[in-house]
């Protein structure tokens, strides 16, 4: 009997933090950063053209423009995605575009709000991307699994800058 009170007593004990989770951290937050050996430019060019990304996010299918306005600012595009056989529909919206420094988008993907700050600083010919990203949740649920799942996202989005930087350093 003892023995059961102590395994009902850590299963509550753990509801409770995974529950207390979301009421306390509202946004996940992290950074990631590359540096390029090309120019911003071309960097900046590459990295912000649509049908490109492909290249090095390689889950992404489809991209279709919504809504493309002059100078990129509101933006809108519709994202297909196949994450190992699920298939997730996302829209993208530009919430920020200064050529040659500066891309910000948000992204709508099934309860999952996420906005990515992309800054781009050029140093004696060589590019460094740095990713400011912030995740949360219209779902209470979702929210709360969130925080648990910093470093997978940290190291995908990582993994996407390692693959685009393999993909401009090589073409």
Same mark, same amino acid.
């Given at each position: &009997?003892?023995?059961?009170?102590?395994?009902?007593?850590?299963?509550?004990?753990?509801?409770?933090?995974?529950?207390?989770?979301?009421?306390?951290?509202? @946004?996940?937050?992290?950074?990631?950063?590359?540096?390029?050996?090309?120019?911003?430019?071309?960097?900046?060019?590459?990295?912000?053209?649509?049908?490109?990304?492909?290249?090095?996010?390689?889950?992404?299918?489809?991209? @279709?423009?919504?809504? @493309?306005n002059i100078g990129k600012?509101?933006?809108?595009?519709?994202?297909?995605?196949?994450?190992?056989?699920?298939?997730?529909? &996302?829209?993208?919206?530009? &919430?920020?575009?200064?050529?040659?420094e500066k891309v910000t988008l948000f992204f709508d993907a099934e309860n999952m709000l996420k906005k990515d700050d992309y800054r781009f600083e050029e140093n004696n010919g060589t590019t460094t991307i740095t990713l400011s990203s912030s995740c949360r949740s219209d779902s209470y649920i979702m929210a709360c699994m969130f925080p648990f799942f910093k470093s997978t996202f940290k190291r995908q989005d990582q993994s996407y800058l390692n693959n685009f930087k393999s993909f401009i350093e090589t073409n």
């Open positions: &009997m003892k023995t059961i009170k102590i395994i009902l007593g850590s299963i509550t004990f753990l509801v409770l933090v995974f529950f207390s989770t979301g009421l306390l951290v509202k @946004e996940t937050n992290y950074n990631a950063t590359i540096t390029v050996n090309k120019p911003v430019e071309q960097v900046f060019s590459t990295f912000t053209t649509t049908h490109k990304v492909q290249n090095w996010i390689p889950e992404i299918k489809s991209v @279709e423009t919504v809504q @493309e600012t509101g933006s809108t595009y519709k994202i297909v995605l196949d994450n190992k056989g699920q298939v997730i529909t &996302m829209t993208q919206k530009v &919430m920020a575009y200064i050529p040659n």
